[in-house]
């Protein structure tokens, strides 16, 4: 196994080596928008001359190698205008382009190298989502969430109606790495799970990886989602207040130093717990209310660094309070995320970028409950909790007009406390499960390579290590990435890709709604990683005359190592330790994706196809044969589409078709055996319990029936207008579930009917929003 | 004052609607299918019970199946042909022997394919009991005996035991506090820590810092190979009533002669173990506390019928008083 991996690393490097050895000019700078100085992501660079091209990175950072000529640049992205610059290129030349907003639609200028373009891409299985776009989908209660406009794609599949949790290409939602701003968000849910914490209005941007997983990403099974707050304006300060029927966010953003720092501030929070003083007016009151805060300021410390600070910090209260004559008691939860993180960008030479991040991420849980009396005082405390402490080294290679090299390195200290309860009464004062805290060591080194094998032939060729050290037990996890394109014409290119991934964290849960008494907890001596490995063949297709991109993928993956519950082991009834609760077992998912899509135009948006299949192997479940997922959706729809009515007026509409979920219900009724001295019990001599162990149901196999067809509309009206003060005010009508379709939330059986539970039938709201 | 207006619109209409919606589905169809239930224990006759599945929402008696034939075969030879007793039930006069396997083939006019179970009843558990004072008290003084149950040769005779405890002709009411009448009661709680015990069945204590097993104690898989298993026990008790708990150290040794505090040790064959397993399991999550605990789904109960559903299960149990031997 030494061997193999002593290999593979070799090739790499050798590789990396071979292509890094032409020499070029090179031309280089940073893209950023000309009216808030916000670095733009992904705009094309392009030589029209050379057939060359280029494109910004994450930080809006572009590098590219040319001959020494006089040449034409072109700058073009999505939304801006066109701008030239004529450059004779005799040395390395630093070019920083601002490109102004523009409402005009122009034609985009595809490159051989453009990341965007789904033909000539070498990655495969990847969105990106515009802020934009997310806030004119999907609407809940007059918020609109990232998450939820996921859930639109092909091979994402949401779990319970209304929630925002994804399941992509069969894993779960802990298999999803989600990174904000690079430092990964433990837990996504406010409202336990029907809005994600990512407040749309700092949002800029949102790439998801569902497969070919670049090796410069780590620790997940199944997916990469990538988002990007906003950098804050650099140039004036400008500000956005908005009102719905859920919460109410306040966006702050402006220069410190014009063109050198600036600052965002964002806040949100919900005001549910106003309505519940209203309507719990008593001694008695259940209430709830969550809020989150983002913060981020930049500094250009010189042409070649810049420095950024992030936070964000989010939490959810829920409680209800008694009182009763002097007593008073009070059983609340509290979870919440806070993240804090360092980034300096360093250009180092003209080819070689490189970023440096250090963050700290918790999540914690608390569930409480206190009784307070002249004669009692009662406490007990569940906490939960993970930290993240990371510091990394990225850097970006340009070797050339074939080649372009990514590598770094990762060290991170966990540190784990699942379910540690502290008790206090009159005659106790303990705290349980102190022994099992955990820590532990997790480093992580790659190497990623993106080349031009001939003029139609790019590889994305990576390798990534992850050595984790916890309990005295070391794993290493190597993980390969490939992806290859072939571009059979200037429009249709066939993709494919190979990646094995590795997960040292474990998401314990008992549900898909994203409870937040679901436990991380680590991989440890007894419970190894999980991994899997994910095939991917795919086509993809540009209509430049319709503005039309087309792909088809299929993937086979495979998940080994994963963990559940136990049948009858969960939270509320918790034992000794989390391990002896647990099972494990392995899993397998296929399918085929079909994506239109349309950037451009008045009507923009795009339909989405999956077929897919998805079953789960343990061996105490299900007598130990294969069973479906309960998220094992064979057939899902969806249609977003966006119509421009006019710049300042917008009709967004979803639709969503898909197979209904799995659920396990039994068949029939039998008689059963009592088991033995049964009758001695008080239980059955009290005679209320004959039935026990005697009235058995039948259940053929896990997850044998399956709920109804899922769908429903979502109608979305925006409409601006300029006030006299220069401001912007916005109307955001939506309705959810537009013709009411009784989709379920929740099964259940009652007196020998099966009953479905529906959160949302038709569910209107209007959101009011000022831009300053 | 337009502005407030389609605010309060937007605000009341948004919490209206999104109300919580109750609805029915259908019930998924099955076959209906005979249901083959007997216990073989090497103290009792041969009894087979036929009856057959009946749909969710039919709250009838279940079917009894009278007119079948249930022939009985050992070791693979045919030995008797069950004769029919009432209710469903068939009669051997023969009572099976421990380590022999046990195959009975059912057919008959309302059978269209034949039936077929078999199991191998086990050995006789080997097991020794005592009592003790409880060494460690824990936060609430309740218990003052600890009972030690020691089981033998287990990689010997793939042993799956369950353990049950049981207080006989005790002055303990179920009912309420009259603790003059005297009753036998199958312990519904047993309290312990031991390591070895699989807690499938059991809650965790906060206040006490131990576990309570719901009826029966099961060991744990791990330790079914080893020649030896202590389990320390540290009380019990028979229904959720504080003052009523497992027999105190100091009344032990003064029992009249009619009571005493037992333990049986069942040792079931591996198809038994796994019927017990799950029929706890879904008892626990469905059924013990009255409602089901939430998100628990039902268990598949374990079935080795071919061609129907039920269970033929063996067991070998054995029977030890714990009042009788104090701890050295």
């Keep these: 196994m030494l061997h193999v991996k002593l290999s593979l690393w070799l090739v790499l490097i050798l590789l990396t080596l071979s292509s890094s050895l032409a020499q070029q000019y090179t031309l280089s700078g ?87 373009d789904i033909v000539s891409s070498t990655q495969m299985s990847v969105h990106r989502i515009p802020a934009q776009v997310i806030r004119k989908s999907t609407m809940l209660l007059g918020e609109s969430d990232a998450l ?156 070649g660094n810049k420095i950024t600070f992030g936070v964000y910090t989010g939490r959810d209260k829920f409680y209800s309070r008694f009182k009763s004559g002097s007593e008073k008691s009070e059983y609340s939860f509290r979870w919440g995320n806070a993240a804090y993180l360092v980034r300096w960008n360093k250009i180092f030479n003209p080819r070689v970028f490189g970023t440096f991040l250090g963050y700290q991420s918790n999540y914690n849980f608390i569930q409480e409950s206190k009784t307070i009396s002249d004669l009692i005082r009662q406490y007990r405390g569940v906490k939960s909790k993970i930290t993240d402490r990371s510091i990394q080294a990225d850097f970006e290679y340009d070797g050339g007009s074939k080649s372009k090299i990514r590598f770094g390195s990762k060290l991170s200290f966990l540190g784990f406390a699942p379910e540690v309860q502290q008790i206090t009464g009159s005659n106790i004062d303990t705290v349980l499960n102190k022994e099992f805290q955990e820590k532990s060591l997790n480093f992580e080194l790659y190497i990623e390579q993106d080349l031009k094998l001939n003029p139609n032939l790019f590889l994305n060729v990576g390798l990534r290590e992850a050595v984790y050290a916890v309990q005295k037990k070391n794993y290493s996890i190597l993980q390969p990435r490939v992806s290859l394109t072939y571009l059979l014409s200037k429009a249709t290119s066939m993709k494919a890709s190979f990646n094995r991934m590795g997960q040292f964290l474990h998401l314990l849960t008992n549900s898909s709604i994203g409870f937040p008494t679901d436990l991380w907890v680590p991989s440890t001596n007894k419970t190894a990683p999980e991994t899997s490995v994910q095939y991917a063949l795919g086509l993809s297709h540009r209509m430049t005359d319709r503005n039309l991109e087309a792909s088809v993928e299929v993937y086979y993956k495979t ?214 | 004052m337009r502005l407030q207006f389609i605010l309060a619109l937007g605000f009341s209409s948004s919490l209206l609607s999104s109300c919580i919606v109750d609805s029915d589905l259908p019930l998924p169809e099955g076959e209906p299918q005979i249901v083959v239930n007997s216990i073989l224990n090497p103290d009792s006759l041969i009894k087979v019970q036929l ?117 006989q002709d005790y002055n303990y009411d179920y009912r309420g506090n009259d603790t003059t009448k005297l009753v036998t009661t199958k312990f519904s709680y047993i309290d312990s820590n031991s390591p070895s015990l699989d807690d499938f069945n059991a809650t965790f204590d906060n206040f006490n810092g131990f576990s309570e097993y719901a009826f029966y104690l099961r060991l744990s898989d791990a330790f079914g190979n080893s020649p030896l298993v202590n389990i320390e026990v540290i009380g019990g008790i028979g229904i959720n009533n504080q003052s009523s708990r497992l027999f105190r150290y100091d009344v032990l040794s003064n029992l009249i002669k009619e009571q005493a505090l037992s333990v049986n040790v069942y040792n079931c064959s591996p198809a038994y173990d796994k019927y017990l397993k799950s029929t706890m399991q879904d008892f626990v999550n469905n059924e013990f506390l009255g409602t089901p605990l939430p998100f628990s789904g039902p268990v598949k109960i374990f079935s080795n019928v071919k061609n129907g559903a039920g269970i033929i299960a063996s067991y070998s149990a054995k029977s030890q008083r714990v009042d009788k031997f104090k701890c050295n």
């Design chain 2, 51 to 167: 009856t057959r599945t009946r749909p969710l929402e039919d709250s009838q008696p279940f079917e009894v199946i009278e007119n079948a034939t249930i022939k009985l075969f050992e070791n693979g030879v045919i030995i008797d042909t069950l004769f029919y007793e009432d209710n469903g039930n068939y009669l051997s006069n023969r009572k099976p022997k421990e380590t022999y396997t046990y195959k009975i083939l059912i057919s008959g006019p309302d059978i269209k394919l034949d039936i077929e179970a078999e199991d191998t009843v086990p050995v006789r558990p080997e097991f020794s009991v005592c009592f003790g004072k409880t060494i460690s008290q824990k936060a609430l003084t309740l218990y003052d005996v600890t009972v030690y149950v020691e089981l033998y040769n287990l990689n010997e005779n793939q042993f799956h035991p369950w353990v049950e405890f049981i207080s």
């Design chain 1, 559 to 772: 998940m080994s190592n994963l963990l559940e519950y136990r049948d009858g082991a969960n939270y509320l009834f918790g034992s000794k330790n989390w391990e002896d609760k647990v099972i494990y077992g392995e899993g397998s998912s296929y399918g085929a994706e079909f994506f239109v899509n349309k950037k451009k135009g008045i009507v923009t948006g795009w339909v989405g196809y999956t077929l897919s299949y998805t079953d789960r192997k343990f061996a105490e479940i299900n007598e130990g044969k294969k069973f479906p997922f309960k998220y094992d959706r064979r057939h899902d729809i969806s249609v977003y589409a966006n119509y421009n009515i006019r710049p300042q007026k917008s009709f967004s509409m979803v639709f969503v078709l898909a197979s209904g979920n799995l659920a396990t219900i039994p068949v029939n009724s039998y008689q059963g055996l009592l088991p033995p001295n049964y009758s001695l019990t008080p239980r059955f001599q009290s005679g209320s319990y004959l039935n026990d162990f005697v009235n058995q149901e039948l259940v053929i196999e896990r997850n044998n029936y399956r709920l109804p067809l899922y769908h429903r509309l979502d109608l979305n009206y925006q409409t601006s207008k300029t006030t006299k003060r220069n401001n912007t005010r916005t109307w955001i009508f939506s309705i959810y579930n537009v013709y009411s379709r009784l989709n379920p939330f929740f099964l259940y059986q009652s007196e020998g009917r099966l009953k479905k539970l529906t959160l949302f039938p038709i569910t209107p709201s209007v959101s009011y929003k000022l831009d300053f």
């Design chain 1, 148 to 303: 939820k406009t996921l859930q639109l794609l092909p091979g994402v599949k949401s779990g319970n109606e209304g929630f925002a949790g994804i399941y992509i290409r069969g894993g779960t939602p802990d298999q999803n790495l989600i990174l904000l701003d690079g430092a990964p968000v433990y837990n996504v849910n406010h409202l336990f799970g029907f809005l994600s914490t990512f407040n749309t209005d700092a949002v800029k941007d949102v790439v998801l990886y569902k497969g070919g997983v670049p090796a410069r990403y780590g620790n997940r099974l199944s997916s990469v989602l990538d988002i990007s707050l906003k950098e804050g304006n650099a140039k004036t300060t400008q500000g956005t207040f908005s009102v719905s029927p859920l919460a109410g966010r306040y966006t702050l953003e402006g220069p410190v130093k014009k063109n050198v720092s600036s600052y965002i501030i964002s806040i949100r929070r919900a005001w549910l717990d106003a309505f519940s003083a209203v309507l719990f007016p008593g001694d008695q009151k259940t209430a709830y209310s969550f809020y989150d805060f983002n913060f981020k300021y930049n500094h250009t410390i010189n042409a």
């Design chain 1, 30 to 116: 940073y893209v950023s928008d000309s009216d808030s100085g916000e670095k733009i992501v992904g705009a094309n660079i392009s030589i029209s001359s050379l057939k060359k091209g280029t494109i910004t990175n994450e930080y809006g950072y572009y590098t590219i190698n040319l001959p020494i000529d006089s040449i034409v640049v072109e700058f073009i992205t999505l939304g801006y205008e066109k701008e030239f610059a004529r450059i004779a290129l005799t040395k390395n030349t630093r070019l920083d382009i601002e490109l102004k907003f523009s409402n005009i639609l122009q034609e985009l200028t595809v490159t051989p190298d453009d990341e965007n």
